[in-house]
């Protein structure tokens, strides 16, 4: 997809769908009490061609996510084509295997998806082999246990299992321990969850001051994370529109 053109519908349509989530963004933050700026976008691209990708870029979206390494991998060199400006911050946050990490390490500014302990030591293992270093957020999993519904296939870790991983991720020179990062669980009231994963984060602040960082709320749920407290939200069909059904873990 690298070179390819965006029809000026498409240019014009990806325009008023920034406008529109940035305007929800405003309006939640006023209803919280809150600052903008406290509040980072993070697009989500995957499924969306480099094009699209660049084009929001283009007006000024700093942060860009994908979630699959196979598409992110070839995606970050297409979007970086086909910018003059510099690269946006790139984020990981799809469900990592360790065997990915390598890949991952190579262009991801910040991975969102760290879930386990086997992860954290792939992952710095990769960054320092790399000479980066890179942001890392703790994914927690915010499905009731024993809930009928809720699936393993969004990972992240249980809340009990948090401030070890934090304490994993922090003694690692290689990462850099940013903060925590959930998907609200479906169908259910995201509220509770955001405040759930609010008090985590606040726990982990107590040992970790600098990782401040709380990634919630995406294209369904934005304004509940914004008045809970998100600082970054991850936003992908509101931006791009909706994806086709690949495979659960695409979305
Ligand atoms: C796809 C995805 C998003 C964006 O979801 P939308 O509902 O399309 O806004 C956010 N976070 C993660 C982890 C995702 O995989």
């Not at 984020?91 to 190579?106: D, E, M, T, Y």
């Not at 304490?167 to 969850?193: C, I, S, T």
């Amino acid at each position: 997809m690298a070179g390819e053109r965006l029809s000026p519908e498409r240019a014009a349509e990806l325009a008023a769908n920034l406008a529109a989530v940035r305007a929800r963004i405003a309006a939640a933050c006023t209803t919280a009490g809150r600052d903008p700026a406290e509040v980072t976008l993070v697009a989500v691209g995957k499924t969306f061609p480099a094009a699209d990708v660049a084009h929001l870029v283009g007006l000024g979206v700093t942060d860009v996510a994908e979630s699959r390494d196979q598409e992110a991998a070839p995606k970050v060199a297409d979007v970086a084509a086909l910018l003059d400006g510099p690269a946006p911050r790139w984020h990981f946050v799809g469900q990592l295997q360790r065997n990915k990490a390598a890949s991952v390490a190579a262009y991801a500014d910040v991975v969102q998806s760290v879930d386990r302990a086997p992860l954290v030591a792939a992952l710095a293992n990769a960054a320092g082999r790399a000479d980066r270093r890179i942001d890392v957020l703790i994914q927690v999993r915010l499905d009731d246990p024993g809930d009928p519904t809720a699936g393993p296939a969004r990972g992240g870790a249980a809340p009990a299992d948090v401030p070890a991983l934090a304490d994993a991720v922090a003694a690692r020179a290689e990462l850099r321990l940013r903060g925590l990062m959930a998907v609200a669980p479906r169908g259910v009231d995201p509220v509770p969850k955001f405040a759930r994963l609010a008090e985590l984060s606040a726990n982990v602040r107590g040992a970790h001051p600098a990782a401040d960082v709380v990634s919630a709320g995406m294209s369904g749920d934005l304004e509940a994370a914004v008045a809970s407290g998100a600082s970054w939200v991850r936003v992908g069909t509101a931006l791009f529109g909706c994806r086709e059904l690949v495979s659960d873990h695409v979305r």
